[in-house]
Nanobody, 122 residues
Framework: QVQLVESGGGLVQVGDSLRLSCAASGRSFSSYPMGWFRQAPGKDREFVTAISGSGRWTDYADSVKGRFTISRDNVKNMVYLQMNSLKPEDTAVYSC???????????????WGQGTQVTVSS
C-alpha cells in the first residue's frame, strides 16, 4: 500500500513560480516511477511529467517542457514539481501518482494522491 499526499498549491500570478511536494509512504519508494498529473475544470486529467525510481529518466508534456522540473528525494520519500513561468492554462488540480511496476515509461499508475489546487491568475 502506498499513500501519497500533495502540498504546495495555491494562488499565484502569471509568471510566478510554485513548488509542489508529494510525500509518499512505502518501503520500496525508490523503485517506483512517479508522475504528476493535472485536471482542469471540465477537462480530462492530463499527464504533466514523470520520473524514474532512480531519478535518471524524466518525461514531460510538451506544454510544460522548459518550465516545469520534476525531482525526487528517495531518502525522504518525496517527489517535487518545480513550476516556473506559470500561465493561466496551468490552473488545475495537480496530483502525484506512483507506478509500483518499475518500468519505463511508467504504466500503469497504481496509487494516486488527493491533489492540490494550483490557480494562476492573470
Amino acid at each position: 500500500q502506498v499513500q501519497l499526499v500533495e502540498s504546495g498549491g495555491g494562488l499565484v500570478q502569471v509568471g510566478d513560480s510554485l513548488r509542489l511536494s508529494c510525500a509518499a509512504s512505502g518501503r520500496s519508494f525508490s523503485s517506483y516511477p512517479m508522475g504528476w498529473f493535472r485536471q482542469a475544470p471540465g477537462k480530462d486529467r492530463e499527464f504533466v511529467t514523470a520520473i524514474s525510481g532512480s531519478g535518471r529518466w524524466t518525461d514531460y508534456a510538451d506544454s510544460v517542457k522548459g518550465r516545469f522540473t520534476i525531482s525526487r528525494d528517495n531518502v525522504k520519500n518525496m517527489v517535487y514539481l518545480q513550476m516556473n513561468s506559470l500561465k493561466p492554462e496551468d490552473t488545475a488540480v495537480y496530483s502525484c501518482a506512483a507506478a509500483t511496476t518499475p518500468r519505463w515509461p511508467p504504466k500503469p499508475y497504481d496509487y494516486w494522491g488527493q491533489g492540490t489546487q494550483v490557480t494562476v491568475s492573470s
